[in-house]
């Protein structure tokens, strides 16, 4: 390690922030919370009506703490281990140790659990009590809960959602069980060591609920519940690990930011799992007013999946699936705005209809339509994943993505172009702009992918669709040659956040080494310094695409302050405002490692790779990529790359992988076990 020995995967402390809402979160994609708070919540259950609709409250039996009572002179340490996805809180005498352990199970994903185990460390025959603080109530401002009977132990509770998303629409029925959970815990004088388990299973129908429990019964039986669990994250961690030889800052940012997103995504083999897309809080935050109350943005698509996508295409493949279930919402957005095909949500929960609170943003901030489908042609291009488009729905969705763009273009007679009018883009200082520059090119990408889909689909091209893509406009000052970032900008106008950067990725508008620089200088001194956690990640990888090294990692040294301590927790904005957990900045500063550091970019034809990373970075390896069915690993220094194919596809392509040195044209064959040392090279990639 390059900074003496301590360990970047586990992040401990002597004491709590003062602020709760930067406690460390433990969630999987079906439960989550943040360590001692009275609530937990569901993916995909939320409560109140469109604009008011948030993640419903459910109140957490996992919200305890452990005390003991008149003792003096006793260690506290708590303690994140993003290695198991464990959540610990020990307390140390001389003559015991008690350690207390939260998490909500990664594997098992309707089940949450702590242990509480004493442990004596002397040779005492003393009882020795802890006391346990639970402020439980089972009540909810959201759910209209109801006693049953007790099973197996567990008391049980259940009811309904209180109010619908849409009028008619659903409420869902939550089910849970729990341990009783006493107030004291004795290991008797003849005990050396005891553990105590507890359980709270949170379902929708009372059958799953109870075969959780039963489960997790049988698993604290055989002694296995928590390994069962660390097993699950061991594996999740073997197949997606990014290891840097460089200062310890940096490699516990990106430690942090895999574990807060992973936490969230799918397990693997569950392929009934029905998932609800990731919120910029996660599932530990959303109750309303917080958090953006749990919705689902762009941040999901354009933000977090990338880095999702890289390493568990299926789990990329369920957010997606999220956004093929909501489509009808979608579509009915549209219509209701007067335009053709499916507009998506600035803000969705359960059923695609637009919940934002404010009105503007929902109307005008469209460009969250192309964001979805960017996604999908980044799935398709890693995956050649077409069932997902002939049979499970994705055809749909593309074809009404382009049919919106098409009837939200207008023809203007004097440029001879399409206009966009009237929008919100990523910089929401400004509204109400014509062509916005961002907005246009997501509506060109998601044109000729949709093109490009019903090609290999077998299906007729409408002409619309080539027409508006290739004719509309794309505005750039000729002179300045630069993007403006909408008609009418001014050079010097303020910026919130990251816009016309996304050009250059992850867009990737086809523009001049020239025209890249000229759109990160005339933008990087005008954007808000304390806006949102994501912008520097973008600048970052700008200034790594044009090899100014030194600037992309002043860029990305702004993104440190929104990083809290103990726990590595992000907040939206770096004086501490806005949405924290922010899952959007930490998926923005991935990006800037997996596809900044490395030069990443992914095609319909290939995995590009340029690296160019900083001097105090003396070497990057990254396992676990997926790309056409395989499993590779890249391990970059400064004087050469290795590029090792970990794990092949059962049914391998008639096009094996090949790497190729684009300088050259030099080709080499890419099978399982075979290295491929060379040295740094720009613009090399592997194709099929």
Not at 438 to 443: G, L, R
Request: aromatic content about 10%; overall charge negative; glycine content about 8%.
């Amino acid at each position: 390690m390059a900074d003496g020995k301590e360990d970047p995967t586990v992040f401990s402390s002597t004491s709590l922030p003062l602020d709760p809402r930067l406690l460390a979160t433990v969630t999987n994609a079906y439960l989550g919370t943040r360590v001692y708070r009275d609530i937990l919540h569901i993916n995909g259950v939320y409560n109140g009506a469109v604009g008011d609709t948030h993640r419903a409250d459910i109140p957490s039996p996992v919200n305890v703490r452990v005390m003991v009572p008149g003792a003096d002179s006793l260690a506290e340490t708590f303690t994140l281990n993003t290695q198991t996805g464990t959540f610990s809180h020990v307390l140390r005498s001389t003559d015991y140790t008690v350690t207390h352990q939260i998490y909500a199970h990664r594997s098992l994903v309707h089940l949450m659990a702590f242990s509480v185990t004493i442990q004596r460390s002397a040779r005492t025959t003393q009882p020795i009590t802890v006391c346990l603080q639970t402020p439980f109530v089972p009540k909810s401002q959201d759910l209209d809960l109801n006693r049953g009977l007790d099973f197996q132990g567990a008391h049980y509770i259940h009811g309904k959602t209180l109010v619908p998303e849409v009028e008619g629409g659903p409420r869902p029925t939550v089910h849970m069980l729990w341990t009783p959970v006493p107030q004291a815990l004795t290991l008797c004088g003849e005990e050396q060591e005891r553990s105590w388990e507890f359980l709270t299973a949170v379902a929708e129908s009372q059958e799953e609920v109870k075969r959780s429990y039963s489960d997790g019964l049988a698993l604290i039986a055989a002694g296995s519940l928590h390994s069962s669990h660390a097993h699950a994250w061991a594996a999740l961690w073997r197949d997606s690990c990014v290891d840097l030889d460089g200062p310890l800052p940096l490699r516990q940012a990106v430690y942090g930011c895999l574990y807060y997103l992973l936490s969230a995504i799918p397990p693997r083999g569950n392929p009934g799992f029905l998932f609800h897309g990731i919120s910029p809080g996660g599932l530990s935050n959303g109750t309303r007013g917080e958090d953006y109350w749990g919705h689902v943005f762009w941040d999901q698509d354009t933000w977090m999946l990338p880095n999702i996508l890289l390493f568990y295409p299926e789990a990329a493949r369920a957010i997606l699936e999220y956004r093929i279930r909501t489509l009808e919402g979608a579509l009915r957005n549209a219509w209701e705005q007067g335009y053709k095909g499916a507009k998506f949500p600035w803000e969705s929960a359960a059923t695609g209809r637009e919940v934002c609170p404010e009105e503007i943003y929902g109307a005008q901030e469209i460009h969250v339509t192309g964001d979805v489908l960017m996604a999908f042609e980044q799935y398709y291009c890693t995956t050649l994943d077409q069932k997902l488009f002939r049979e499970d729905g994705g055809w749909k969705l593309v074809d009404a993505v382009a049919q919106y763009w098409c009837s939200r273009m207008v023809w203007n007679e004097e440029e001879q172009c399409y206009h966009i009018k009237g929008v919100m883009p990523p910089d929401e200082y400004h509204c109400r702009v014509d062509n916005s520059a961002y907005t246009n090119v997501v509506a060109q990408r998601s044109l000729k992918f949709a093109a490009d889909v019903a090609q290999d689909l077998l299906i007729p091209v409408p002409e619309e669709w080539v027409d508006c893509a290739k004719k509309v406009k794309v505005p750039f000052d000729a002179e300045k040659k630069y993007h403006p970032e909408y008609d009418g900008y001014s050079p010097g106008e303020p910026v919130k956040q990251a816009d016309v950067v996304l050009l250059g990725f992850p867009l990737m508008h086809p523009m001049s080494s020239e025209v890249r620089r000229n759109d990160l200088e005339m933008y990087e001194p005008v954007t808000e310094l304390s806006g949102p956690a994501m912008t520097w990640s973008m600048f970052a990888v700008g200034w790594l695409e044009l090899k100014e090294v030194q600037r992309a990692q002043s860029q990305l040294r702004k993104c440190f302050s929104n990083i809290t301590e103990p726990f590595k927790i992000w907040v939206e904005n770096s004086d501490g405002s806005g949405a924290v957990n922010f899952l959007t900045g930490m998926g923005g500063f991935l990006q800037a490692v997996l596809f900044g550091y490395t030069g990443f970019r992914i095609t319909r034809s290939s995995l590009c790779f340029d690296p160019a990373f900083p001097d105090d970075v003396n070497k990057l390896s990254i396992t676990g990529v997926s790309y056409v069915g395989n499993k590779l690993k890249f391990t970059i220094t400064k004087e050469e790359m290795r590029i090792e194919v970990t794990e092949c596809p059962r049914n391998p392509p008639a096009s094996p992988l090949e790497a190729v040195l684009e300088e050259s044209g030099q080709r080499f064959p890419l099978r399982e076990e075979h290295l491929l040392p060379h040295g740094r090279r720009l613009d090399s990639e592997v194709a099929h």
